[in-house]
């Protein structure tokens, strides 16, 4: 293909991307699945060219920035809540899964051995969270399902890769538990380490640097500051990335401006809208080169697809045996949350107005400890999983592109590795065309519906009350509040900030301030925003308001600090 004709290829993919977008909602189909499907006619009009991309296209240089895209955005507050879910279903289900498609290849491939069958079973197992989370959102799933199934994206790549690398190695030699399971520790550890490294560095440097682009620049290639040196260690870089995401995520708005932070947001929805939906028109475009990959090479097309269904069958049913003890679980233990959150609120009310435990050097670090376990508890006993959210995630099991591009990635001498290559792709399409299309008809059905608007405006307005409250003791409320040369502000302007400050984190607030400001305004509103930038981040580590409220108070922060910046 010349330069010319990758240019127009390119041209008219952002297009289509662009307009699978843009019309998805009103189809009601995920955009995944739409471009999946126009890549899928596109690839059988005749004199289309063969599409057959290097795995490690994907794997490499596609996967690192989308996992981190996603990563800075989930709230660390849910991911800790929800590790053990997460964890049993991207770690303990992905490698269930794996030894249950390896029975059933090595039972359907003579020449396939275990080690191998369970290499292609790695490469099925991780869903692709993509397609589930895209529709979720736009049915407004409730904030725990959405951030079960981001968690579970996230991570399940990492252990899908880590099997797949391991059980390769094995088909080349004497096969050791014990080794493998050392491999995979230490995958996961160095991992952990290089990601969370990569992250402070990357944060610490970029709040040195007072040029938003700049600061933008510099994200771009953190995930693969993490990735590369985990891989040449011979660690998960997927893992690397997904770590250094979720400590950038949480040191960020503290450490970030907010103009970096509202840069860098724009710029990355725009790389991971391009990322993210080209892969899946990538994914279709390559089935013309699959089918004749299979055919040059004297193997059955109609095989591999039967295979695929089977593959697709089985793994459907070993998700929903999994989900089903998971949300039995949580369930069962829902009454014991009710009873510690309310031992934890007796306990905090208890050191709250004890005067002489306030006064203790480890008062305030208590207290804090007693105030984000009761929310814990509180969040758990109002948040229930249940079984209609229990069926939502038994049915998010989509494959993606990531299936796809790990099947291409098994060595050139794997038995029948054509046809396993195309059993991986019929297991992707039938899992995102079926279940991402049936995935709407079910929660409707099931009834499921998101956040209550009235109560999310409630717990708003409540949170931004208590970051007024704290600006107005730290900074308004002052008897001691100076200027930098120590001269006291005017008493016009202390009035006009309290003014302006209730303004900002108002939930009615629409308008915009632009009345010119006195020499000593900006400097007093810039200790009043520091102070609620405080509050909030203190509501955020304690865990005493849902993360979709933090995330709406962060927002309105940020639109009062550029409307204060720019009048």
Do not use: C
Not at 484 to 513: K, S, Y
């Amino acid at each position: 293909m010349g330069l010319e004709q990758f240019e127009i290829v390119a041209v008219l993919a952002v297009l289509i991307i662009v307009a699978a977008s843009y019309f998805s909602s009103r189809l009601g189909l995920a955009t995944p699945i739409i471009l999946v499907i126009v890549g899928l006619a596109v690839s059988l009009i005749p004199g289309t060219p063969p599409i057959a991309p290097p795995p490690e296209l994907i794997l490499a240089a596609v996967l690192p920035p989308l996992l981190y895209s996603a990563a800075v955005n989930m709230p660390v507050m849910d991911f800790r809540r929800d590790l053990k879910t997460i964890g049993a279903l991207s770690v303990v289900l992905v490698l269930v899964s794996a030894f249950g498609i390896g029975v059933l290849l090595w039972a359907i491939f003579p020449k396939l051995s275990f080690a191998a069958a369970v290499a292609v079973g790695a490469v099925v197992s991780p869903p692709d969270a993509v397609a589930a989370t895209s529709i979720g959102k736009r049915l407004g799933l409730p904030p725990r399902l959405l951030t079960i199934l981001e968690g579970e994206g996230l991570v399940n790549d990492a252990t899908a890769l880590v099997l797949l690398r391991t059980a390769v190695a094995a088909t080349a030699g004497a096969f050791s538990f014990w080794q493998a399971a050392g491999d995979f520790f230490y995958a996961v550890v160095v991992a952990i380490a290089v990601g969370g490294v990569v992250g402070v560095l990357s944060v610490r440097i970029r709040s040195k640097i007072d040029q938003p682009a700049l600061t933008t620049a510099i994200s771009f290639v953190v995930p693969f500051i993490a990735f590369l040196p985990a891989e040449l260690a011979h660690a998960s870089g997927v893992l690397a990335v997904v770590a250094a995401g979720l400590v950038t995520g949480a040191s960020g708005v503290r450490r970030l401006s907010v103009q970096d932070r509202n840069a860098e947001r724009t710029n990355w929805l725009t790389v991971q809208l391009l990322l993210e939906n080209g892969v899946f028109l990538l994914m279709g475009l390559q089935l013309r080169t699959l089918v004749a990959d299979v055919e040059n090479v004297g193997l059955s097309v109609w095989n591999a697809v039967w295979v695929g269904l089977a593959v697709t069958v089985l793994l459907g049913i070993i998700r929903v045996g999994f989900v089903i003890p998971v949300v039995f679980t949580a369930r069962r233990r829902r009454p014991d949350h009710e009873k510690k959150a309310q031992r934890f609120g007796a306990a905090l009310d208890h050191v709250s107005t004890d005067e002489r435990f306030q006064q203790h050097p480890r008062g305030v670090r208590i207290e804090r400890w007693l105030q984000r376990r009761h929310a814990d508890a509180r969040f758990y006993a109002g948040n229930g999983l249940g079984w209609r959210g229990g069926a939502v995630l038994a049915w998010s099991g989509m494959r993606g592109v990531v299936t796809l591009a790990a099947a291409q990635s098994l060595p050139t001498d794997f038995p029948y590795r054509t046809q396993l290559i195309l059993v991986a792709f019929v297991v992707a399409l039938v899992t995102l065309v079926g279940q991402g299309g049936t995935l709407p008809m079910l929660i409707r059905v099931l009834g499921i519906r998101g956040t209550d608007e009235e109560k999310a405006h409630r717990e708003l307005s409540l949170l931004l009350l208590e970051v007024n409250e704290a600006a107005v003791g730290q900074v308004l409320g002052n008897p001691d509040l100076r200027r930098r040369d120590g001269e006291p502000f005017a008493p016009e302007v202390l009035e006009r900030a309290r003014q302006m400050h209730a303004r900002i984190t108002d939930p009615q607030n629409r308008e915009r301030d632009a009345d010119p400001v006195r020499a000593q305004y900006p400097e007093l509103m810039q200790l009043i925003l520091d102070a609620q930038q405080d509050a909030l981040n203190e509501a955020r580590s304690t865990g005493s308001y849902d993360s979709t409220t933090i995330r709406t108070a962060q927002k309105r922060l940020d639109q009062g600090s550029v409307r204060f910046t720019q009048a």
